[in-house]
């Protein structure tokens, strides 16, 4: 059970980011990467991928 609601929650951000205008992956990357240092709720918001600026997207996931 537990692996279906997790397969259900990934399903959710790749669909919210494509519904969005981003790449799905280049999105989740970037969220993974700056989540653990948000430590405000400002800071978490501008991850949310209807606040992420497609070509900041881009722009930033460049290793």
């Given at each position: 059970?537990?692996?279906?609601?997790?397969?259900?929650v990934?399903?959710?951000?790749?669909?919210t980011?494509?519904?969005?205008?981003?790449?799905?992956?280049?999105?989740?990357?970037?969220?993974?990467?700056?989540?653990?240092a948000?430590?405000?709720?400002?800071?978490?918001?501008?991850?949310?991928?209807?606040?992420?600026?497609?070509?900041?997207?881009?722009?930033?996931?460049?290793?």
């Amino acid at each position: 059970m537990l692996g279906a609601c997790a397969s259900a929650v990934i399903y959710s951000l790749v669909q919210t980011a494509k519904a969005n205008g981003l790449e799905p992956y280049a999105w989740l990357r970037r969220v993974l990467r700056d989540l653990p240092a948000a430590n405000t709720v400002e800071a978490v918001e501008a991850l949310l991928p209807w606040n992420v600026r497609r070509a900041d997207l881009a722009a930033r996931t460049i290793p």
